[in-house]
């Protein structure tokens, strides 16, 4: 029990600082993440599943694939321990939040978008931790 939830507050502190595409704050102060919105439960012997639901900050939200992209490559690259990710918009926030699950969760699409020297870009800069 007190592993996952050092992985829960691990993976807490990795996505909190990730920066929203268009204003100047964090997912955590737009509330977009919050502690409740990470699972973390154990699948195998040290592997672990971590189900990420956030909240667009309005329904129609044109940047939720994005920052559910934001999400996926930042937990993928500094989560200390063996893991599978599954994101999703909190159930009832978005308007086309079935759609936006399937593709930030659908590996091909992830490596397709990423592969979009101007959408790596925007990633990059809301991924990375301010100085």
Known sequence: ???IVGHLSSALDIIRTIRDPE???TLEELEVVTESCVE???IGEDEYLVIIRFTPTVPHCS???LIGLCLRIKLQRCL???HKLEIYISEGTHST???INKQINDKERV???MENPNLREIVEQCV???D
């Open 63 to 65: 940047l939720a694939t």
């Open 111 to 113: 490596a397709a978008a």
């Open 1 to 3: 029990r007190y592993f």
């Open 128 to 130: 990375t931790e301010p």
């Open 80 to 82: 200390p321990f063996r």
């Open 97 to 99: 939040e079935e759609d």
């Open 23 to 25: 204003k100047p704050n």
């Open 40 to 42: 973390v439960h154990e």
